[in-house]
């Protein structure tokens, strides 16, 4: 089985730009959540998709966005780019229902952004 | 509010030690999950174990062991005859309860990880 795929690993951006991240969850998952990983704060989760809908989301200013398609690929959309936003976003996928964050999240490789 | 505190940033061991990794956490609710993942050197997040509140049985895995003690409101993670293998960066989470009326509004709380370094 196909593990959790990120695109693309690595991207630069100058600031005021935006950038849009893809995730494509293992088969059968129907749950995506997105988190930021900063030396500095650690890992903070971003929003959780499920079934096409944003079902859970943190603490992050309205220019993160995301979507889920039908086939559950993710995208998380980052506009009017900062410095703070250089960060590994990783994407997790679960089989989700009504466990939510209780199952077990299977996490891809990250994106690393870096903002200049 | 909660928390997961993980105080030991990082952590240097020689091969065959044993090593453990403190997690402490903070919540508000009877029912709640903790977790501890691996994040080697490649980056990918690895999950390792998932316990719920209810259950305070100690849990073994070949060299992994976890002391699960709610009266201290601590989730310790042991390696047992460390190997350079293990070096990586351990997280401790938690997952807490939907609250009523809140629909699925849960996430995982992270600490910000330990970074074990075993040497040859």
């Known amino acids: 089985k196909a593990g959790v795929t990120q695109t693309p690993r690595y991207l630069i951006k100058t600031r005021g730009q935006q950038v849009t991240l893809s995730c494509s969850p293992i088969?059968?998952?129907?749950?995506v959540s997105w988190y930021q990983q900063t030396p500095g704060q650690g890992l903070q989760f971003l929003f959780e998709?499920?079934?096409?809908?944003?079902?859970n989301k943190g603490n992050f200013p309205g220019r993160f966005s995301g979507r889920q398609f039908s086939n559950s690929r993710s995208e998380m959309n980052v506009s009017t780019l900062e410095l703070g936003d250089s960060a590994l976003y990783l994407c997790?996928?679960?089989?989700?229902?009504?466990?939510?964050?209780?199952?077990?999240?299977?996490f891809g490789p990250g994106t690393r952004l870096t903002v200049l | 509010a909660q928390k997961v505190t993980q105080a030991q940033t990082e952590i240097s061991v020689v091969e065959k030690e044993d090593v453990t990794l403190d997690c402490v956490y903070e919540?508000?609710?009877?029912?709640?999950?903790l977790f501890w993942y691996k994040q080697p050197p490649s980056g990918e997040l690895v999950f390792l174990i998932r316990?719920?509140?209810?259950d305070e049985q100690n849990e073994i895995s070949g060299r992994y062991s976890w002391n699960f003690q709610k009266s201290t409101s601590s989730f310790n993670f042991t390696i047992t005859a460390s190997q350079v293998v293990d070096s990586a960066v351990y997280f401790c989470?938690?997952?807490?309860?939907?609250?009523?009326?809140?629909?699925?509004?849960?996430?995982?709380?992270w600490g910000l990880g330990t970074s074990l370094a075993v040497n040859p």
């Open positions: 997790a996928s679960s089989r989700g229902g009504a466990g939510g964050p209780y199952n077990e999240q299977f």
């Open positions: 088969s059968g998952h129907r749950s």
């Open positions: 998709y499920f079934s096409e809908t944003q079902r």
């Open positions: 919540t508000r609710d009877t029912t709640y999950y």
């Open positions: 316990r719920n509140s209810f």
């Open positions: 989470a938690l997952s807490e309860a939907p609250q009523l009326g809140a629909g699925n509004n849960r996430k995982l709380i």
